[in-house]
């Protein structure tokens, strides 16, 4: 008798998923759902942030369900690459602007004009800079969620032990070379004695604490023909200021002591550049102080380097799912203010323009930097010239080659890596 | 239906499963490599691929970075065959040694090899961490300068041998210690009649036959050092300077982060014919003890 209950109750059971995985319960009442699948690479703590909005969404709007796949950054490109090409590709997902160049030769993007014509978007509230990056052949093939600059992080205790403060006794983070320089050398040597474990400023990830300041001193990607120009004079400048901050001036660690952001972490390091992004890593920490500040104008000019995040859509899909990853997208670049508390900087003015936003003392300070702000070069091969300048920065910092004749190599590399790409992008079989 | 018809069926029915997999991610990507190899396919540009022959052969033979990787993954084996056979040699003797115990010690050192890599490399990340790392914390303790294990160009290598000599060494012990214990007594006895004993025993009788099964570890594990990847990308990402990129994270990075399939294909191809030499080395050797 009681395993013929249990067996009642495991086939009820099994009906009642099976009508409720069906949609049968929603066209009945004449609402199909609609199912959205949106992946992005928010593995951290912005990945929380992203499904608390994504909960709100499904909510409002019970005629679509979004669900998100989180692929760690590492990988996602390929993964999304390989589904996308093959016409399997999620409905909604995320590129980084810098990677959209390789999204749109690939021929999966959709174009999205329409949403910013008569779909919500307004065009006017974000910056010429940031919609340049969608822009492609006419079309715009995404809307940018966010803007995230790199920036200056300080631990304002190592700073006023310095005694780095303005008038009011707070805390003041650098804003030109020499307080710069002065700060890194008064938090390593912050009662004029040297402790070996402890480091005014470190290096991060090279490959982009050096593309942060290289526009600073006037350097630059391309040339105007859209050849490589890693080797040009205000590259240099800026790679041997980083280089002498290690081999002559001592104010950075050795390269294998790999302090970098976890020296930050750990209190031993009193300042790095780094993206606004890491602000959800520091948000778990206890008991570390630190402010967000643009970067300090180490050369001529002020100037960093920044990426977004561009909400795209897949070619291919149907009038219904086109018109709810539509609504999706309107609705996360709406509500960006929320996503910017996992530690970024909204795209949309009138976002940024808020008391909310005003209060979120990192992202503000970062945000300050977007007038000037510079986006990696809009070429195919983007991975194959980051790779050249790491490089580059590396046998730099380690001593190895000055940054004249390291940053030839890396110019003569990517200037390769560009030929070979454009031969073999032109006709089929490469027509080299 | 005959009784042979029968087994001959169930004989397929039991490879099937496996034959099945084989077909599906062995011989088919193998086909599907040989297709690529000689096609300019950047999945960047779809529209844009077509036959090219040996071209990115031609191209992969001249690339700079292949014969730098080609020379990392060399100097791996150099540094790895040697080190693992002769660590696995002196565990399996030691092993073999033992009067009492002997299971629970197998056991014991053969626990890292059932390990997954990831979990090794994550492992070993830990003990290799310049700040707050074990080995540090120990050499700290010695009154000793702390060491880069994996950030400088010189330490990084020796250091990934290190983890995989701990991650692989067990299983070799383990197939030597089998091959030591297949020797039949009675050779013992009589070299020992004969005055052979310890070294001049090993070199005289147990070394000469054993060398099938260590023909069979030196070739296996040559052959796995040349597909020399995980380790690396796990422990340095193929730093510093790409000191431990080897041809296999050379090969992925240019087919996932290049997306360049034609010439990743034929890359791998090349390592496919330097790898298949060893393969018909062993085969050759094998026959030739066997004869």
């Known amino acids: 008798m009681r395993i013929r209950q249990a067996l009642y109750g495991l086939l009820a059971t099994i009906l009642a998923i099976l009508v409720v995985r069906s949609g049968w319960i929603g066209a009945v009442r004449g609402r199909p759902q609609t199912e959205i699948s949106f992946w992005n690479g928010f593995t951290g703590p912005d990945g929380r942030v992203m499904l608390e909005l994504i909960r709100r969404f499904n909510r409002e709007n019970p005629d679509l369900k979004v669900s998100m796949q989180r692929i760690a950054w590492g990988t996602y490109y390929n993964k999304l690459m390989v589904a996308a090409v093959n016409g399997r590709g999620p409905h909604v997902f995320v590129i980084h602007a810098s990677a959209l160049p390789r999204m749109h030769r690939a021929g999966f993007l959709e174009p999205m004009d329409s949403l910013y014509r008569e779909g919500g978007v307004p065009e006017e509230d974000f910056e010429p800079i940031v919609l340049r990056t969608t822009e492609f052949d006419g079309h715009r093939v995404g809307v940018p969620l966010d803007i995230h600059p790199q920036g200056l992080y300080c631990n304002t205790d190592m700073l006023r032990e310095a005694g780095i403060v303005d008038e009011r006794g707070r805390p003041k983070p650098p804003t030109n070379r020499e307080e710069f320089l002065r700060a890194a050398s008064l938090m390593m040597h912050p009662r004029g004695a040297a402790n070996p474990d402890r480091y005014g400023f470190a290096l991060t990830h090279w490959q982009n604490n050096y593309q942060s300041v290289f526009p600073q001193f006037g350097g630059r990607y391309l040339d105007e023909r859209g050849n490589a120009d890693l080797d040009n004079p205000g590259n240099v400048e800026a790679l041997e200021f980083l280089g002498r901050l290690r081999t002559e001036k001592r104010l950075i660690p050795p390269p294998d002591n790999q302090l970098g952001w976890i020296g930050f972490r750990q209190k031993k390091v009193g300042m790095v550049f780094d993206g606004v992004y890491m602000l959800g890593d520091l948000k778990r920490l206890e008991g570390l102080h630190y402010v967000g500040a643009p970067m300090p104008v180490l050369g001529h000019k002020p100037g960093t380097m920044a990426d977004s995040h561009i909400l795209c859509m897949r070619k291919g899909l149907s009038e219904r799912e086109r018109d709810g990853v539509a609504r999706f997208i309107r609705f996360l670049s709406e509500n960006s203010l929320d996503w910017a508390e996992a530690g970024q900087v909204p795209a949309r003015r009138s976002v940024r323009n808020t008391d909310r936003f005003r209060s979120m003392q990192v992202q503000y300070a970062f945000s300050k930097q977007i007038p000037y702000m510079v986006y990696p070069p809009r070429i195919v091969p983007l991975f194959e010239m980051g790779l050249e300048i790491n490089l580059a920065v590396e046998r730099v910092i380690r001593g190895r080659m000055g940054a004249k004749e390291s940053l030839r190599i890396a110019d003569e590399n990517a200037q390769k890596a560009i030929d070979r790409d454009r031969a073999e992008s032109q006709a089929p079989g490469g027509g080299r | ?291």
């Open chain 2, 1 to 291: 239906m005959s009784s042979r018809k029968t087994r001959a069926l169930l004989g397929w029915a039991y490879l099937l499963p496996y034959a099945t997999l084989f077909v599906l991610f062995v011989l088919v990507p193998i086909v599907v490599a040989a297709y690529l190899a000689v096609m300019q396919f950047d999945l960047t540009s779809p529209r844009s691929a077509g036959f090219v022959g040996f071209r990115n052969f031609v191209d992969a033979w001249k690339d700079e970075y292949l014969q730098r990787a080609f020379v990392v993954t060399a100097k791996f084996a150099a540094m790895m065959v040697p080190s693992l056979v002769v660590t696995a040699f002196a565990l399996a003797l030691g092993l073999n040694a033992m009067p009492r115990g002997r299971n629970t010690v197998r056991a014991l050192v053969f626990l890292p090899t059932m390990f997954t890599v990831a979990v090794t490399g994550i492992l070993w990340q830990w003990f290799y961490n310049l700040e707050f790392g074990l080995f540090n914390f120990i050499l700290r303790n010695l009154g000793l300068a702390p060491v880069p294990w994996l950030s400088d160009k010189n330490i990084a290598m020796p250091s990934i041998v290190l983890m995989s000599l701990w991650w692989t060494s067990g299983g070799t012990a383990v197939i030597l210690l089998a091959g030591l214990q297949n020797i039949p007594r009675m050779f013992h006895e009589a070299a020992a009649l004969d005055g052979a004993d310890g070294w001049r025993g090993f070199w005289s009788v147990t070394f000469p036959l054993l060398r099938p099964v260590v023909l069979f570890v030196v070739v296996t594990n040559l052959i796995g050092a040349f597909q020399f990847f995980p380790q690396a990308q796990l422990l340095t990402g193929g730093g510093p300077e790409l000191a431990t990129r080897g041809v296999v994270q050379y090969i992925y990075e240019t087919a996932f982060n290049g997306y360049r399939l034609g010439y990743a294909a034929a890359m791998s191809w090349m390592l496919a014919a330097v790898v298949a030499v060893f393969g018909f080395l062993q085969f050759w050797l094998m026959r030739k003890e066997a004869s």
